[in-house]
């Protein structure tokens, strides 16, 4: 393809703004489809009267190890932002197992050293599931294997995070009994004690993000180091236990707990320990590596610290590096979309609320916390309100629409970049009600932005990072069928989905000069950095993947 003939030229349409609706794909489906059945009119119309295209979201197109991974929002603004297909946290985690690479770097060698001199406890912390979002329980058994097997350690902990969100929304025991029969083998093979240790759901312990709930990490370490909560015999029973007092509940809103036997809690973490945070995910595991490290930390007591080695999976934030030392590298990109724009004199905008404040800045710019040119670049982070989001399907995109529009109209900015968290942070809760709303919000702000974007004589890209609330019901993957409980209600799906997104153009001012480009092969949302600066007036990079547009 000859780039130059797909540059937008002869008029200068400032700003170009991208709204991200974070979580909001398509699917065929309808039946629990929260898009689809929502009243969604300026979706609707743009897809009626505007160039617009599907994108690949998941798996190889993002990065991710295979094409049954499904995406997500970390792994979508890595691809949105570089403008190419880097392996991501899983795929990398992966192949440093499976090498051995892992085992051998000095990061290993320096956690079992530690716990070797000080007869110490090797502990992880981590998301026990296979959703391949921010961990997998393979990656966690091949640890405790070569820590056992291979190194002979006496003793290891595990803390596990219940899941309920990129699988089932209630499959926690479809992981923790297995992986309890898998510790009994390990123990009597290899003569070692290896247990649970501690718990609790993701979203009420250990993984809050964005220092949106330091609470949440405060109980975490009450959990997990201190080793002080409510008291079982068996994760099984704890998990048991709470649904039986809160019919209903799903695995993510599981209160904490700590395994304990006659003698006590089975594992604090001690002086003398070494601890791994074997999430590969960055956003959900920097609160807690700065607790476990940073000597003037004031969030939270913590009551006690003790003197650890502390690793995480991978380096979690490369400008800040959090934490010091970690196991695998991380996906390593340069020359991301808002450098190069910076570098080409573009002022650029980057707005959302908390929770996804930093997909629009640190994974948009390729896993970096600063900015590239502070005087060409500004950061709007809307605080996001800490109450569940199915009460508050709408969370701040009202907030958000009213500053974006209030940008538009001021000329200040050439690019501006949004994200709308509705789909996903509420379509994650599994409650249908509350995500027909939250699709519909960001429907009713898509429309407000259109009249700024037109007033300005400025255009706008609508797309996504992946899907979410377009599936909001488990589905049998032969039939299609949506699965049942016993009592005939639809199963919720929690987690994000292997489905297209939309990209759709919208240039008030063009009449018609804008279209799709069919030869460009599987697009996926790598596509779309080319795609802004060719509608920026500027000439892509050639190691960008091409951009969707043509120019007639």
Known sequence: MDRAQVVLTGRRPR??????????????????????????????????????????????AVGLPSDADMGNSEVGHNAIGAGRIYPQGA???????????????????????????????LHFIGLLSDGNVHSHIDHLKAMLRCATEVERLPRCRVHILL??????????????????????????????????????????????RYEADWGMVALGWKTHVAGEGRAFPSA????????????????????????????GPVGPIRDGDSVIFFNYRGDRAIEISRAFEEDDFDKFPREPRP??????????????????????????????????????????????????????????????SGKFNP????????PSDAVPFEQRPWMKAAEITDRVIEEILSGRFDFIRLNYPNGDMVGHTGVYQAAHIAVEVVDLCVGRVMKAVEKAGGILIVTADHGNAEEMFERDEKTGKVKLHADGRPK?????????????????????????????????????????????????????????????
């Open 492 to 552: 919720a799906k929690t987690a994000h989905t292997l489905n297209p997104v939309w990209f759709i153009v919208y240039d008030p001012e063009g009449k018609g000069t804008l279209r799709i480009n069919d030869r460009v092969p599987h697009p996926g949302l790598t596509n779309i950095a080319a795609t802004c600066f060719q509608l920026l007036g500027l000439e892509p990079p050639e190691f960008y993947d091409p951009p969707l547009l043509l120019v007639s």
């Open 15 to 60: 700003p170009l703004t991208i709204v991200i609706m974070d979580g909001i794909g398509y699917s065929e489906y309808t039946e629990g489809n929260a898009v689809a059945e929502g009243y969604t009119p300026h979706l609707d119309w743009l897809l009626e009267n505007c160039p617009y295209t599907l994108l690949r979201a998941h798996g190889t």
């Open 91 to 121: 795929r990398l985690v992966n192949e440093a197992i499976a090498s051995g690479r892992l085992f051998q770097g000095d990061t290993w060698r320096k956690l079992i050293d530690y716990c070797r001199r000080n007869n110490g406890t």
């Open 375 to 382: 005087d060409l670049e500004e950061y709007i982070e809307i």
């Open 236 to 263: 099984r029973e704890a998990i048991e236990t709470y649904r039986r007092e809160n019919p209903g509940v799903i695995d993510q809103d599981l209160p904490p707990f700590v395994i304990a036997d006659a003698s």
């Open 307 to 368: 003197k650890v080695a502390y690793a995480g999976m991978m380096e979690y934030d490369g400008d800040l590096h959090i934490p010091k030392n970690y196991l695998v590298s991380p996906p390593h990109i340069q020359q991301s979309m808002a450098e190069l724009l910076c570098e080409r004199g573009i002022r650029q905008l980057a707005i959302s609320e908390t929770q996804k404040f930093g997909h629009v800045t640190y994974f948009w710019n390729g896993n970096r």
């Open 163 to 208: 899941d309920g969100r990129d699988v089932g929304e209630t499959s926690a025991l479809d992981y923790v009994i297995p992986f309890e029969e898998f510790l009994r083998e390990l123990n009597e093979r290899t003569g070692s004690d290896v247990r649970i240790a501690s718990g609790g759901g993701r979203m009420k312990i250990t993984m809050d």
